[in-house]
């Protein structure tokens, strides 16, 4: 048993258990520590060196004194290393560089299909991971870990895309280990709109659960927070009501291969070809449209947000869910989308299901992505395993 391990097994506190209690607030000086965890000051002594030796913990100023000679102030290292994070989506990605404190430090959007294939588009990551470090002036010895968003279903436990519709040549593909041709870090991968679901209900909701965040871009996608984490359910697929089958729609086929899929009726990519013999040719038209009243628009959008209802009216049933966040570049429709959305999930779901639900737009809008994947990010950097396997490995 090593020494981290005996002091788990005998009651005291890990460096990492010691570091959660000085980031959560709850501790900020070395007696906070003893009263908290019961240990010597001594012991208290060697897990703040530790922390220390590392960069993760800081001496700030002296707190007040009741009495006697005041305590230094312990302070998490927001500096103590970058995460780098990019949320790509299928023709553009957002990257950028966060500090330990969930900090932006450096960002950028630039357009790349993700249908260019895994060794294109993840090349051109790795360059502009590269390129935000360099004119940032930041070092990339201090990257401890990335996280990455993709537009497609992801085997949660790999980071290997799966079969994903819109993702020509990525099926299967070692996503973590090319990017650590580059950079030698924890590479960590999640379906986009999982993190979206993750960055809004961290930094909007983080007193409500569960929360559904539903994705309305090209296709359609949903995310599940539950108390602060992603429900990924046994593999990664949860939430992929993209392709559950709409009511009333067996004629159309989806990408996928079957028919009547939610995302083939009442996604981006099914609006345009909706609306492409007034002229649309994208989704950011189809917002653009509606936004300037055109009325075919607007009443497109409004049957997709019921389309998306209906199979919502489920998720309402069997999640009970407290909020549901509607995200993605359809979203930016104004409430016409929203107003879709509502009426079908109030019209088909119980009274007890739907009686405090609140269906809104998401608050962090395009952000919500990177947000997520820094917040995935370092929260696994900053798990008790990982913070111990720091410390035992000096």
């Known amino acids: 048993m090593n020494s981290n391990s005996a002091d788990r ?87 950028a560089i966060f500090d330990l404190g969930l900090n932006v430090l450096a960002e950028q959007v630039s357009d790349i299909s993700i249908a260019e294939g895994p060794e294109t588009v993840l090349d051109w990551l790795s360059e502009q991971f590269t390129d935000l470090l360099r004119t940032s002036g930041l070092q990339a ?21 799966v079969a994903p519709p819109i993702m020509p040549g990525w099926d299967g593909f070692d996503v973590p280990r090319y990017l650590q041709r580059t950079f030698p870090v924890p590479v960590l991968v999640d379906n986009d709109v999982n993190l979206m679901a993750l960055g809004e209900a961290a930094v909007a909701y983080p007193h409500v659960s569960p929360l559904a965040f539903v994705k309305v871009g090209t296709g359609v996608g949903c995310g599940i927070v539950t108390n602060g984490t992603v429900f990924h359910g ?33 996604g981006g990519k099914a609006l345009v070809a909706d609306l492409h013999d007034t ?63 509502r009426e079908a999930v109030y019209a088909r779901s119980l009274p007890l299901g739907t009686r405090d639900l609140e269906i809104t737009r998401s608050q962090l809008a395009d952000r919500a992505g990177i947000t997520g994947a820094a917040i995935m990010t370092t929260e696994k950097l900053l798990t008790a395993d990982s913070i111990d396997a720091l410390i035992a490995a000096r």
Not at 73 to 90: I, K, M, P, S
Not at 295 to 321: F, Q
């Open 141 to 161: 010895r201090r990257v401890m870990a990335i996280g990455v968003g993709l537009p497609g279903p992801v085997e949660h436990a790999t980071g290997t895309p």
């Open 234 to 266: 046994a593999h990664g697929a949860a939430g992929d009501i993209g392709h559950i089958r709409a009511a009333d729609h067996h004629d159309v086929v989806c990408w996928c291969g079957n028919v009547g899929c939610l995302e083939a009726v009442a």
């Open 279 to 341: 002229g649309v040719r994208t989704n950011s038209d189809v917002v653009d449209r509606v936004l300037a009243g055109d009325a075919a628009a607007v009443r497109a959008v409004r049957n997709a947000g019921r389309e998306i209802g209906g199979v919502l009216a489920g998720l309402v049933s069997t999640l009970n869910p407290a909020v549901i966040v509607l995200g993605g570049q359809i979203a930016e429709a104004g409430q016409y989308l929203l107003a879709g959305v």
């Open 9 to 95: 097994a005998g009651g005291g506190a890990s460096p990492a258990d010691v570091l959660r209690l000085i980031r959560g607030g709850q501790a900020r000086t070395r007696g906070d520590l003893q009263r908290l965890t019961g240990m010597a000051r001594s012991t208290v002594a060697q897990r703040i060196d530790a922390l220390t030796e590392h960069g993760l913990v800081v001496t700030g100023q002296d707190s007040v004194s009741s009495g006697g000679r005041p305590s230094s102030t312990l302070q998490f290292n927001h500096q103590a290393g970058l995460v780098l994070a990019a949320d790509c989506g299928a023709t553009h990605t957002r990257t």
